[in-house]
């Protein structure tokens, strides 16, 4: 399946747009981690995919720059309101659900080693292991927090061509693929 084609098939699994990125164009920031707080985020020390314990910030930008393009999507849920919380926290479960469904299409597309982020913490366990204080059940299947790797995805978005703000009453969430160019099938 040709680029084209597979942003098509992860359209009709529910993805709003896509596009593919150089990752040296990729906007990192290690000031944006100080975002994953326990104040400002509710999967903080809560998931393998998240800060703390998901890793040093300069190991992950690293890591995700050991991969040469991106594949960033974003999924758009309207709302009844820009004060309707409910309705946000329903986008979020929705981003994780197609998140989910598309990560096995896409890895296969994109074959060999692929670094999978999405917005907030893993959703591969239904209850993350990290609250059992077990190491991670999947770690070959974790997603990562967007967030932890300190990327400015407002400035990604427009770099890609997509729309951080996709209108009045809407909620816009971000996952990426990274992977190297020459291994996709």
């Keep these: 399946m040709d680029k084209i084609a597979l942003i098509k098939e992860m359209k009709k699994r ?13 906007p990192f920031d290690p000031e944006l981690r100080k975002s994953c707080t326990p104040k400002r985020c509710q999967s903080f020390g809560k998931n393998w995919g998240c800060p703390p314990d998901v890793g040093e910030i ?12 991106a594949l960033v999507y974003e999924t758009v849920y309207q709302l009844e309101d ?5 309705g946000m926290l329903e986008g979020g479960v929705r981003h994780k659900q197609i998140t989910n469904d598309i990560s096995e299409l896409v890895k296969n597309e994109l074959g060999g080693a692929v670094l999978q982020l999405s917005a907030g913490g893993c959703t591969v366990c239904e209850t993350c ?4 204080n077990q190491p991670c059940r999947f770690p070959e ?19 890609c061509g997509l729309n951080y703000n996709n209108g009045e009453n809407t909620v816009t969430l971000f996952g990426i693929f990274f992977f190297n160019e020459n291994q996709i099938k």
């Design 82 to 86: 820009s004060f309707d919380y409910e």
């Design 129 to 132: 292991s990290k609250l059992e």
């Design 14 to 26: 529910g993805v709003y747009a896509a596009a593919f990125i150089a990752t040296e164009k990729i």
């Design 141 to 159: 299947k974790a997603i990562h927090s967007v967030s932890a790797y300190g990327i400015y995805v407002s400035k990604l978005a427009k770099l």
């Design 58 to 69: 300069n190991m992950l930008i690293a890591k995700a720059k050991s991969y040469d393009s």
